[in-house]
């Protein structure tokens, strides 16, 4: 039988948009880095898929396909033009064809927090849509950032207009592009950026209007720290993911940006990280995998952006890159009058086979990026592909079930499922008894099957 989505009938799944969800053998792939708008990259995906697909990933996340102010695609303003930096309407169709031929799912980057003007209105700002499609005025912003419509819901992104969302005629019109990615393009997932710009009722709500397959939502805040570094206990930060999950109607699934910040450090030999007080891993996974998309790395943290360093992982962002590079400066746009910069948090380089080791085998929707797995060189790409190959096999799951066994400063050891086992680390260990088979095993990690 076969376990991933694949093996799904996409009718039955746009009547209920929990299957896939329910299923939990998603595996996601991160189709592009911060690089790629300069890469005519809609050919370079496509020329890929089949590899993508024969690797086993079910849905490939790929990055804002339409115009934008800056070239990354993250400073929307045309939202149904589809010509963008990454190659044209015609290409990206091309992509999404050949996608849907290997039966691999397109997750459409879905920037709805801002949108940058044409025109000026209120108080002398670009805040009016005016001469492309979703004509908006000045109601359509915020009044935090420059318009007549209400406060915020979340976290402002500063700079550029943000969209208010309690506004019908907004929310209906994001609902109609969003059917019509979903419907006429051919995305068949979200994922959500910026999530903590507004409220996540709207994401329950643009869910069930445009029901996409799967969805996900970028919702990224600062990990808890003191003096020393990363504090151990990071159920606050975990929870208010969670609650953001909740907001959605559970319809929505969230990155674990907990298990991602604990689990870079504890790969550092510090593995008693990777169980909590509880006995259960300390990120989202640990309390509500069915969830949880883990990830090592994503455009923001690993890729090759500007940096505006503090203490690791410590800034947040509304917006990432060299914001001087990509916005040219013109004060009547009033674009960069005050911008927050991503730090950058990339996962340790010599430890990346641990951490691909940890989300392949365990529960939560494991997602693998696009550098890692094709910029690194086959022997990374060829074991990444080896793990994903025994989490299928093993039909490991996002509901898998877990029992740490070890957890110090040099070892992390679990069985998962009952089926597998494994370890990462530079300490000495394997499973006792003779039904354990070796999987894989690789630097600092090994895993083993009954």
Not at 167 to 193: C, E, M, P, S, Y
Not at 342 to 355: C, D, T
Not at 403 to 420: F, M, P, R, T, W
Request: hydrophobic share 35%.
């Amino acid at each position: 039988m076969d376990y991933t989505s694949k093996g799904f009938d996409e009718t039955n799944q746009q009547t209920d948009l929990g299957a896939v969800i329910r299923n939990g053998r998603e595996i996601l792939f991160q189709g592009f880095n911060w690089e790629s708008c300069k890469h005519d990259w809609w050919r370079n995906l496509e020329r890929k898929v089949p590899d993508i697909s024969k690797s086993g990933f079910t849905s490939v996340w790929l990055p804002p396909a339409t115009h934008s102010f800056a070239p990354e695609g993250y400073l929307p303003q045309n939202l149904y033009s589809l010509n963008s930096s990454y190659g044209s309407e015609h290409l990206l169709k091309a992509l999404l064809h050949k996608m849907k031929q290997h039966k691999v799912r397109a997750m459409a980057d879905i920037v709805i927090n801002h949108r940058v003007g044409t025109t000026q209105g209120h108080g002398g700002k670009y805040n009016r849509y005016d001469g492309i499609p979703l004509s908006w005025d000045e109601h359509a912003v915020t009044s935090c950032t420059g318009g007549l419509g209400n406060g915020s819901t979340g976290d402002n992104f500063h700079g550029v207009p943000n969209i208010d969302h309690t506004q019908h005629f907004v929310r209906k019109d994001i609902i109609a592009w969003l059917r019509w990615l979903r419907n006429t393009v051919g995305f068949q997932d979200f994922r959500f950026d910026f999530a903590r710009g507004y409220s996540a009722k709207y994401v329950k709500e643009y869910i069930e209007g445009a029901r996409p397959i799967f969805s996900v939502g970028e919702y990224w805040d600062s990990c808890n720290y003191n003096s020393h570094g990363l504090d151990y206990n990071q159920d606050s930060h975990r929870q208010r993911i969670i609650n953001w999950i909740d907001g959605t109607g559970q319809l929505s699934a969230a990155f674990d940006f907990t298990t991602k910040g604990i689990l870079q450090e504890a790969v550092k030999g510090q593995f008693w990280r990777l169980r909590d007080a509880q006995g259960k891993p300390p990120g989202v996974m640990g309390w509500w995998p069915s969830r949880a998309v883990t990830f090592l790395d994503n455009h923001d943290t690993g890729s090759t952006q500007f940096i505006n360093m503090g203490p690791a992982g410590m800034n947040f962002h509304p917006y990432s890159g060299p914001i001087p590079d990509l916005i040219p400066y013109n004060p009547n746009l009033c674009l960069i009058l005050s911008f927050s910069v991503y730090a950058h948090w990339p996962f340790p380089s010599n430890h990346i086979m641990e951490g691909y080791a940890y989300i392949l085998m365990h529960p939560g929707i494991p997602s693998v990026f696009y550098d890692h797995f094709y910029d690194w060189g086959d022997s990374i790409h060829n074991q990444i592909v080896k793990l994903m190959d025994v989490r299928r096999q093993q039909d490991i799951h996002s509901r898998s079930s877990i029992k740490i066994l070890e957890a110090q400063s040099n070892l992390y050891s679990a069985i998962i499922g009952d089926k597998v086992c494994m370890k990462i680390g530079d300490g000495s260990w394997c499973p006792a008894g003779k039904e354990w088979t070796l999987a894989t095993s690789g630097h600092k990690y090994a895993v083993w099957h009954k």
